[in-house]
């Protein structure tokens, strides 16, 4: 099965309002990476972080880290209708790099 | 200025047909590959390759092959296909194997 599990599969919010989504994994990783797309178009990176990171921000952007407990969340602040997208994590184990299942987030305006 | 950009967007084609996506990049990187997502969004590896190493997914059927007339370019080759082949194929590259991906647009396959 694959590296990467996401939750939720789908998460519905109103503008402004905070979006969480979470990616587990199975086995250690060198780094843990988060990626957007919109609906018909190609993924799109957002952030990286490293094994020995605990936690990055970007932006509106907030990624945790936790390697004891394999996962990772990603926090979308103040979410706008432009960020209605599937997100993706992706982790490199050093010898593959495995794409999570994604969340589907709708803001609504 | 389009980094990755493969072409054709859309190709519905019959069943035993031989068809190729093209994929070229300009962002000078080393590392190309080929994803599948299928109809749940789930992206698979097909294919990674840089100038000294191709790394082939096992569970990709021989009828799907990648060429590389050079550094910036990746092809995919499909022959014979098959209705399970319909999806939407992207191409990405990156610096190094599995930094940060760049993806292409996207070509959706529509096998009948």
């Known amino acids: 099965s694959q590296q990467g599990e996401e939750d939720p599969q789908a998460l519905s919010i109103q503008e402004g309002e905070n979006a969480t989504m979470n990616c587990s994994y199975k086995?250690?990783?060198?780094?843990l990476q988060w990626y957007r797309q919109n609906s018909g178009r190609g993924l799109v990176h957002l952030i990286l972080i490293r094994s020995n990171e605990r936690e990055k921000h970007s932006g509106r952007l907030r990624v945790t880290l936790d390697t004891s407990k394999k996962s990772s969340s990603l926090l979308i602040t103040a979410s706008r209708a432009a960020d209605t997208a599937s997100y993706f994590c992706a982790t490199d184990t050093g010898n593959q790099f495995y794409f999570g299942t994604g969340t589907s987030l709708t803001v609504i305006p | 200025d389009t980094a990755v950009s493969q072409t054709p967007k859309y190709l519905v084609t019959q069943m035993g047909n031989d068809k190729s996506i093209k994929c070229e990049q300009n962002?000078?990187?080393?590392?190309m590959y080929w994803y599948k997502q299928d109809s749940k969004k789930f992206l698979k590896i097909m294919f990674s390759y840089n100038n000294k190493e191709l790394i082939i997914n096992e569970t990709v059927p021989n009828r799907f092959s990648p060429k590389s007339p050079d550094k910036a370019h990746l092809n995919l080759h499909i022959n014979s296909l098959e209705l399970g082949d319909s999806a939407v194929y992207f191409c990405?590259?990156?610096?190094?194997?599995?930094?940060?991906?760049?993806f292409g647009e996207g070509s959706r396959l529509t096998v009948l």
């Open positions: 962002l000078g990187h080393d590392t």
């Open positions: 990405a590259s990156s610096q190094d194997f599995w930094a940060e991906l760049f």
């Open positions: 086995t250690s990783i060198n780094n």
